[in-house]
């Protein structure tokens, strides 16, 4: 009934910067809290920041000061500007969403997760 596409991994320097963008599609009626998370090998999955509807958003504290996350609620997307990044970056990153979709003649509501999209830092 709905999913979330991510784009905007890839491979980039120690220092360099890339923009994840979370796109959600579907018999969307609204979307809740959005969320990025990432996971590294060997690793738990780990918040990295949220997004509340109205556009306020919270970070993890290894990402204050680096990581953005923002939304454009018209386009039904979010995203991740991440700067300075550091080897410990490197994960997979997942989004997340908490979204309120057309059933029948009524809705539902529930947590939906993307495929992910690898980031790798080098050193």
């Known amino acids: 009934q709905v999913q979330l596409v991510e784009s905007g991994g890839g491979l980039v320097q120690a220092g360099g910067s890339l923009r994840l963008s979370c796109a959600a599609s579907?018999?969307?009626?609204?979307?809740?809290?959005m969320g990025w998370y990432r996971q590294a090998p060997g690793k738990q999955r780990e918040m990295v920041a949220t997004?509340?509807?109205?556009?306020?958003?919270d970070y993890a504290d290894s990402v204050k000061g680096r990581f953005t996350a923002s939304r454009d609620n018209a386009k039904n997307t979010m995203y991740l500007q991440m700067n300075s990044l550091k080897p410990e970056d490197t994960a997979s990153y997942y989004c997340?969403?908490?979204?309120?979709?057309?059933w029948g003649i009524g809705t539902k509501r529930n947590d939906t997760w993307g495929q992910g999209t690898q980031v790798t830092v080098s050193s």
């Open positions: 997340n969403a908490n979204i309120t979709y057309w």
């Open positions: 579907g018999s969307i009626f609204s979307i809740n809290n």
């Open positions: 997004v509340t509807s109205g556009g306020s958003a």
